[in-house]
């Protein structure tokens, strides 16, 4: 079972004014955030934002410039703590050397080898399911199979922490869906779990808590469901103008905005209070004998909001968001029926 040591004030790491440079680059400028033991804690950010120098400090594999690391009450910046420190911690990195020649069972038998109390080799390919994999050679793997033999040799070691550097590029739909039940109930079993992802639906799925880092700088941190006040923006309700209604008759309250129709031949309210804003559109609607085809209300993905924070947007991100892509929009399909 995991050991749960961690630091005095409860927390499996503690980063605090974090500063590390290569050069002239500076790549990380006095990051701070805490995971707390037992929780999935996301770094999302673009490419080159520093995640990846971030967590090889906290990992013990990048000497920091400045600041103070707390990984499982150790320094992983001093040698002492060393040893104990890769005994509670699993590591998924984006580039992990296994020898090819081996099998999928030699290899985590082998790590298995190198811990105390190792998790049972049959049962660690059983979870990331390669059972049927695991006679064939590393070599002949696909990346997606290569990635789960990943996931598992960060877990022969039943970790208290593990980090998962974008640990499901390259699944397909179906092994995402395993990965993250995997990712799920290693959490359950008490594992806390830092990650980062480029996939936003992945941060939303597993994530407790996110931090969107860019330029070296921590720019927002929060749940999936509150990052930078998506819980609070506002709401679009759209829908198809009813034959023979004008935008103009479409009943607005005072603070709402009427919008197209856009290319795809919807109406689109933006509103801060969906509920009774619905009220009025149905109860409008039927009084007119008529059908809202397509209604919708949505609030902004996690996606949209990230792309907001980080400037990656060209254009409004939130129109071009597919409807039904975000878990957080709610279809009502003909419910003024
Ligand atoms: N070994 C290195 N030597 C010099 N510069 C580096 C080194 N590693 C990273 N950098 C630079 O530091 C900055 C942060 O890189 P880092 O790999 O931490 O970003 P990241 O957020 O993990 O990116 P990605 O999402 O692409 O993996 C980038 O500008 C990168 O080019």
Redesign the pocket.
Known sequence: MTNETCTADGNAVVVADLHKS??Q?R??RGVSFTVRHGEIFALL????????????ILEGFRTRDSGHVEVLGIDPGDRAGERELRERIGLVL?DIAVEPHLTVRETIARDAGYYRAPRDVDEVIGLVGLTEQRRRKVRSLSGGQKRRLDLALGMIGDPSLLFL??PTTGFDPAARQGAWELVRRLRAAGTTIVL?T?YMEEAQQLADRVAV?TG?RIISEGTPATLGGRDSARARVRFALPDGCTLEGIPVAAGESVAGPERDELVTVETAEPTGTLHRLTGWALAAGAVLEGLTVERPSLEDVYLRLTGSSGTDAYENDPAGTDPSSTVLEESAR
Do not use: F, M, R
Not at 45 to 54: C, E, F, I, Q
């Open positions: 290569y050069g680059v790549a990380v950010g673009p490419n080159g934002a520093g995640k990846s120098t971030t967590l090889e984006q550097d974008e980062t480029h880092i070296g």
